[in-house]
């Protein structure tokens, strides 16, 4: 239990930030985090190589979201969720307000993607070990992604001119 504290201590900011982000509001981070925290304590032990951990806890915690959001028929981030925003994790509302529309205008695993790399600071390789996928597939969904985010930006900026 001690070697799987220390490893988690290392990851537990991280993996709210994500859940945060997927979800959408941190009452519901919070449980996928505990769930996914759980799910990886009763599993530990088949872990093979500790160096694995960071990958395997956050593909834990992306189903433990997937599967939270298939339960309730949700598969997109709600806005309506922005109310209970933790001020100290959030600069200002209106600009988490935008970045949480614009990440709905992106697929789930696009958005996951952005979040991870963005948010989360992973690099395309760990991201793919994550998520099972290419490398090259993860980085072309980026590529795609940010492409879409910048002609959303650019249709925001038309319409308010």
């Avoid at 009452?27 to 960071?54: G, I, P």
Wanted: aromatic share 10%.
């Amino acid at each position: 239990m001690e070697r799987f504290m220390e490893l988690y201590q290392e990851v537990y900011k991280d993996l709210y930030r994500l859940a945060y982000y997927y979800m959408g509001n941190g009452e519901d981070a919070q449980d996928m985090v505990q769930d996914t925290v759980l799910a990886a304590y009763a599993h530990f032990h088949k872990l093979k190589q500790e160096s694995s951990f960071r990958p395997w806890i956050f593909r834990i915690l992306v189903n433990q979201c997937k599967s939270s959001l298939k339960k309730r028929g949700r598969r997109t981030l709600f806005l309506e969720d922005l109310k209970d925003l933790d001020p100290e994790k959030t600069t200002e509302l209106s600009s988490q307000t935008e970045v949480l529309e614009l990440l709905n205008t992106l697929g789930e695993e696009e958005r996951l993607i952005v979040v991870l790399t963005v948010f989360g600071g992973y690099k395309g390789e760990e991201i793919a070990r994550m998520l099972n996928r290419k490398h090259s597939t993860v980085r072309s969904k980026y590529q795609r992604a940010l492409k879409k985010l910048r002609q959303e930006l650019e249709r925001e900026k038309e319409m308010q001119r």
